[in-house]
C-alpha cells in the first residue's frame, strides 16, 4: 500500500510518499516531483509504476501528472 500526498489541519501540503510493505512496516520513497493533495492516483501493473493525477498543491489547482517507477524509486512528471 502506498500512502501519497496529502494536506494536514495546518493546511500544509505534501510530496510525501510511504510504502507500508509485507512486514508491517512503513518505509519512506522518494519524494513526489511536486506537493498535492485531493489527487487521484492509480497502480498500472503493465509498468509497475504509480500514477498520480492533479490535485491541489495548496495555492493551486493542478494540470499535472507524474508517475513513481517501483523499479527504480523515483517520481518522474509526464
Not at 12 to 22: E, G, H, I, Q
Amino acid at each position: 500500500m502506498f500512502i501519497i500526498g496529502g494536506a494536514d489541519v495546518d493546511d500544509n501540503f505534501a510530496k510525501r510518499c510511504t510504502f507500508f510493505n509485507r512486514y508491517k512496516a512503513f518505509e519512506e520513497k522518494t519524494p513526489m516531483v511536486e506537493k498535492r493533495a485531493f489527487f487521484p492516483s492509480i497502480f498500472c501493473f503493465a509498468d509497475a509504476g504509480v500514477y498520480a493525477f492533479g490535485g491541489n498543491d495548496g495555492m493551486h489547482d493542478l494540470n499535472s501528472c507524474e508517475r513513481f517507477s517501483l523499479a527504480e524509486n523515483v517520481w518522474r512528471s509526464i
